[in-house]
């Protein structure tokens, strides 16, 4: 349960420490079931070892019985014991000491005194067997035995004489005892370990036995004396190099498994931190606070990661875009419920005028000035009601897309002087001044363009002039510059606040300003104005001091265009201007 919530590298770290654990533990198993064989070879080579040692013991020890035994039943020796001739055993018993490389040979008699004796120059002792020695031989017919020397041990071999008709020795009683002696002094045990191959060493019966090391194989030859007790031992020891190095490459290449092991965990966390902990760490941190620097840090990151920070990217800017057109939809809907408010406020202002002042027309009473007053008011009343309607259906037709340019020849010298006309009266009624400024020569400003359009776009300039401005003069005019016209329309109004500028020519604004500057209307013509700018090829814009007045300008391309001479009276669009403000 609670290994769900662990984090990937988390878990990627626990599998490697597992699998190497694994690993180690059959590392270990293959290292024990080595050594097991290890163990089992050098028992083997063990057992070989103490055989060839015992073989060539055996080789060593059996000349001198040998000799024992093929001199013991003799009759020309019981003979000569009983009737000792010096000649005889000088020609038969001393030459045993060059024939047979003993160094000791000694006749008893039946009563063990001594018949013959004779030995090599290095060996000294002489006599040197015991009664008891002596009477064991008598016992057992044939002695083999060892006695312990100050360089060494004497191996010593005796048997009892008899008659030739007796080689069993069962038959007759002895005669005399043959003893020979063999020193194996250390040139003897060097010339042994030569032919062995291995380490010889002498251990007297007293001493403890040192085993060599682990990888030597040994073997100990009991040395017994007369009476078969232990007076020593030979100790053959050989030791095995191959063993030793079977040993130190197991060793070592465990160490190198270990070692090997142990830099695969290493690179792997330092592998899975820095291509997996760190990337996923980003993500999550990403995705909790979409900081951009992270997602630069992400893209790079390497494979697939660098992937997700792009698509990381995409995504946040999708989400920007959706929240930028969620705004502008509730920030749209927030306006047009505004719009609908205050247009219901325009609409019904001029209907109630129509309507009201229509009933006082009812009355029979009234002549003269005040019902052309009357009159006046509901013609005023309707005309407004018509603007509005026909800035509701522009509106509509420019954002259905239904809106169709008819382009025409048009000298923009005589619109703009129908415009003046038009509204010059207005404007002196407001004790004010109305100019215009043709930048062009009337032969030259002639363009194909919509006319009709441009006169609404001017007009409608003009209108809000003229209503919100209460002194000082209104100019409108154009000058060309290159390819353009840049028309403008100047007043010495209210002006418009520098916060307010950017979302003039919105739709709708008007209705949206608390700090209400507006005087009647729907808030529509700008935008109208702009909408249809546009649509003729050029732009619109404003410059504006808060009670110092206002300047709009907007451009047309211009393309000189040979002037039609046009019919009397049709200098202004079909339809009339829509009202005067
Ligand atoms: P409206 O029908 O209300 O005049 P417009 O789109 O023509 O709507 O104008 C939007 C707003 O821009 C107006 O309500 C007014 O506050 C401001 N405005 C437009 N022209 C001028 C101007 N010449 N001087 C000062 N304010 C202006």
Known sequence: MRMKHTGIYTRLLLTSILTGTILLFLYTALYYVNKRQEKEMLEE????????????????????????????????????????????YNDNITTILKSFRVDYVCVYDSSFHIVHEAASPQFLKRGFLSRNTLERIKEAKFLNFYKESFDGVIEISAASV????????????????????????????????????????????????AKGDKYSVYSAQKLNGWDDKLIGQMIFSRTSDSFRLYNKMSVFMLAIILTSLVITILIFHYASRKWINIPLSLVTQILESNDPVLIKELQHCPGEFRHIGHLFNKFIRQKDELLQAKQKAEESDRLKTAFLANMSHEIRTPMNGILGFSSLLKEPDLVGEKREQYIEIIEKSGARMLNILSDIIDISKIESGQMVI?????????????????FVFDVEAKKMSLTYNNGL??????????????YSIISNLVKNAIKYTDKGSIEMGYSQTGDFLTFYVKDTGIGIPKKRQAAIFDRFVQADISDIQAREGAGLGLSIAKSLVELLGGEIWLESEEGEGSTFYFTLPYTPVTCEKEPEGESAPDDKPKDQV
């Open 45 to 88: 080579t063990q057992k070989q070892f103490r055989k060839e040692v015992t073989a060539l013991f055996t080789f060593k020890t059996a000349a001198i019985k040998q000799v024992a035994y093929d001199y013991s039943f003799w009759d020309e020796f019981v003979n000569n014991i009983e009737n000792p001739d010096t000649a005889w």
């Open 162 to 209: 008899h008659p030739t008709n007796d080689p069993t020795h069962t038959l007759t009683r002895p005669r005399g005892y043959l003893v020979m002696a063999k020193s194996w002094d250390s040139s003897f045990v060097a010339d042994l370990a030569i032919l062995s191959g291995a380490d010889i060493k002498l251990v007297k019966s007293s001493g403890s036995i």
């Open 406 to 422: 008819r382009y025409s020849v048009v000298n923009v010298n005589e619109l703009i002087k129908s415009i003046f006309v038009l």
């Open 441 to 454: 020569r009337t032969e030259e400003a002639c363009i194909k363009t919509d006319k009709e359009k441009l």
